[in-house]
């Protein structure tokens, strides 16, 4: 028999895809992720696994899994699983890119507009009653997002679509990426590739949308932030970890920049505390990227595509590691 595990609760219709494979799925209705060594215990038993980007699936997961042949993340990025070990123990792993592309992109312009605006601190002074004058105080403004210039830090497809929101905004927008696109296609896009110094030196608004590499990891640190202008603001929907989050904490305490709309953590789901007591143009969210009914759908969707796929002799349609040479089947 062919199973297949899915390690926390997602969207349950997706499990229609696996309607008339003879592949048996037990889902486990649950929102919070096993510990390790519980999801390697379970997962020993399945021939694949649907995750989330809070499993781990490192070297140790996969030595304890010897009948598993794919890995299928619910997420376009796929930082939680150690590729090159999959490849190496014959694991398909596959991911859910495109999907979520504009929602996620939507999302980062909604963090914008909310801190260059403040919306959640309006928001609560309106709750809490103290609405009863209209605001002229310099202190209480807002910044103007329109014309602005958007550092955008990492040009793949969720980059991509900022920059075409940012459009209809009139803003300037700047773009440094280890890839640059060619001169035709930043004409297209309206983008102008410059150095990470000049990124953050230029821009009114820097926003990440990199992928979490050994060269990404905090690569917006103490330095970088004292790099940007004192009035500019830090939009994250990417991955937590690019950003020390305890330098970027200082630095809003301190007015070294002026504000951070933040989707992502470094220990996701704790938030570090001093970022949560900095209520003054920091806006958190608990990563609501692909946070949409139809996102999120699809993402499942693709994802037990994708598995159903790998276990039945079909190329999944998201691989990230093609160079694999798969396990042989013992379901
Ligand atoms: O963070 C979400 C994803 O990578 O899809």
Redesign the pocket.
Known sequence: MTRVFVSQEIVEDALEEFEGSGITVDLRRDHRPLPAEELRATAADYDGLICL?TDRIDAEFLAACPRLRVVANV???FDNIDVAAATRAGVAVT??PRV?TDA?ADLAFTLLLATARRVPEGDAFLRAGKYTHWRVKQEQMGVDVFGATLGLFGLGQIGRAVARRARGFDMTVLYHDVHRLPAEDERELGVTYVEFEELLARSDFVSVHSPLTDTTRHRFDAAAFAAMKPTAMLINTA?GPVVDEAALAAALRDGVIAGAGLD?FEREPEVDAQLVQLRERVVLLP?L??ATGTTRRE?CRMAARNVRDALSGKRPESLVNPEVAPREGTG
Do not use: I, P, W
Request: charged share 5%.
């Open positions: 980007l997420a376009v990025g991911n859910t979520l996620t991955r992502v990563h990227g692909s993402m």
